[in-house]
């Protein structure tokens, strides 16, 4: 392969990889129409986990950014839920003033044993979407808690 060659093969794989970072962090062209700045769905429990629900436990529906850091984006508080439960996140629901639903996003709900958020506790129930990591404005996630936390719960 000559010199120039391999120029062009590296310079298109920059691009690609400028490209992809782009659309990971919500910036390329188009990203704030079809993200919509909304995560939404349905959360559903294991049946074998069904019994474990108490009517004083939280069910969190969290989002957060893949392989960053844990605090989430925004977080959606349901108290007593009662399976399926709908839910719906967008930018009121922001952690932090300022911050937007965009780019790649990860979502997991947690019923919350003690109702205190925070990171997932023992005995916590937990489940994510199949669909992580995806772009803001993905409306049909199906979510199933279909873990129980031993540790420090799912990452």
Avoid: Y
Wanted: a neutral charge.
């Amino acid at each position: 392969m000559s010199t120039e060659t391999m120029r062009v093969i590296a310079m298109a794989g920059g691009i690609i990889a400028l490209a992809a970072i782009a659309a990971w962090m919500g910036l390329a062209h188009g990203c704030e129409q079809a993200g919509d700045g909304v995560v939404a769905g349905q959360v559903t429990i294991d049946p074998q986990l069904a019994a474990k629900v108490e009517p004083t436990d939280v069910l969190f529906v969290i989002v957060r950014r893949p392989g960053g850091m844990p605090r989430p984006l925004a977080v959606r508080r349901v108290d007593g839920p009662k399976f399926p439960v709908a839910f719906e996140l967008t930018n009121k629901d922001v952690m932090v003033q300022g911050t937007e639903l965009r780019g790649m996003v990860e979502v997991i709900a947690r019923v919350d044993k003690d109702g205190q958020a925070g990171p997932a506790q023992p005995g916590d129930l937990e489940g994510r979407s199949d669909k992580n990591p995806m772009l803001v404005g993905s409306r049909d996630l199906q979510i199933v808690i279909n873990t129980v936390v031993e540790g420090r719960g799912l990452r």
